[in-house]
């Protein structure tokens, strides 16, 4: 057995030999990523898994390394990434994730991403292959049309 | 300060492109010539183009304390770095498929579940599932 396979035994034997709680992160993980675009707080979530919520915040953060609210703000921003690349309005990706208001969505999105969700749209569109075939398409319609002139 | 490329030690640039892109999926995005013997050699996930480039680099090849611990790494077992994939298991069968060797069969470790393979360039390399 290498150094690596007994420390993941040690490893797991000291942190993760309580199935329950672990059962209970996962199972609130898997409800977020199911209900990510809902109205989702800590009270909604603790009573999915019959915890308070208390216990079940440091539950998230101990086995997660981050609060369940900042793990769905990351799965939020993820997926409207996801959206606007794909070519969804701001208005449209901000509702379609959970956010409530498009300012509010507009500001978290410039902080984490760095880039307002407008920007990030035409920074991605402006590298997509679709760009791409229509810049090619209106060259071509412009050389056509300037050998016609001549 | 953003993280656009993380490196991977390998002992011969051109086999590590083919381990790479062949058996694991990534795609080339940067390849510039240096010297007679290296180049800066960067690939990337296919599913996230514009993501982290990871440059294969050729250190062990040119300065011995780079070999020292790459191998040192290697023997113990310990992954030079990991990479996330949807599910280890269904991964796992795919590159068994593929001839390549594992050191740790899918483990599930509480919330995450991890399993090791061989690079075939000098290194152990993690995927991992969250749960």
């Known amino acids: 057995m290498s150094h690596y396979q007994s420390e993941i035994i040690r490893i797991r034997n000291i942190c993760y030999s309580n199935k329950a709680q672990i059962e209970t992160v996962i199972g609130t993980r898997q409800y977020i990523n199911n209900n990510f675009d809902r109205e ?9 898994r019959f915890t308070s919520k208390f216990h079940l915040l440091r539950l998230f953060k101990k086995y997660y390394g981050q609060t369940p609210k900042q793990y769905l703000t990351d799965k939020r921003i993820e997926k409207s990434k996801e959206l606007l690349k794909n070519g969804r309005s701001v208005s449209e990706t901000c509702f379609a994730v959970g956010f409530e208001s498009q300012s509010s969505f507009c500001t978290l999105f410039k902080k984490r ?7 990030f749209q035409k920074e991605q569109l ?4 679709i760009h791409f075939f229509f810049d090619t398409c209106s060259l071509n319609q412009t050389l056509k049309n300037e050998s016609k002139s001549y | 300060m953003k993280v656009k490329v993380i490196s991977v030690p390998v002992l011969d640039q051109e086999k590590a492109l083919k381990f790479y892109t062949d058996k694991l999926g990534f795609v080339k995005k940067v390849d510039v010539p240096l010297t007679a013997d290296s180049r800066w050699l960067t690939v990337v996930s296919k599913e996230d183009q514009d993501g982290p480039e990871i440059l294969l680099e050729p250190s062990p090849k040119h300065f011995e304390p ?10 113990a077992g310990i992954p030079y770095t990991q990479f996330n994939v949807d599910n280890v298991r269904q991964e796992y069968e795919r590159l068994v ?11 599930e470790m509480g919330t995450v579940i991890i399993a090791v393979f061989d690079d075939t360039c000098g290194n152990n390399i993690q995927i991992v599932e969250m749960l």
């Open chain 1, 40 to 48: 989702l707080n800590l009270n909604l979530l603790s009573r999915t």
């Open chain 1, 113 to 119: 991403v760095g880039l307002t969700p407008t920007e």
């Open chain 1, 126 to 129: 402006s590298q997509s292959p």
């Open chain 2, 66 to 75: 780079a070999k020292t611990y790459q191998q040192a790494l290697y023997e």
């Open chain 2, 97 to 107: 498929s593929l001839g390549i060797n594992f050191s740790v069969k899918p483990t």
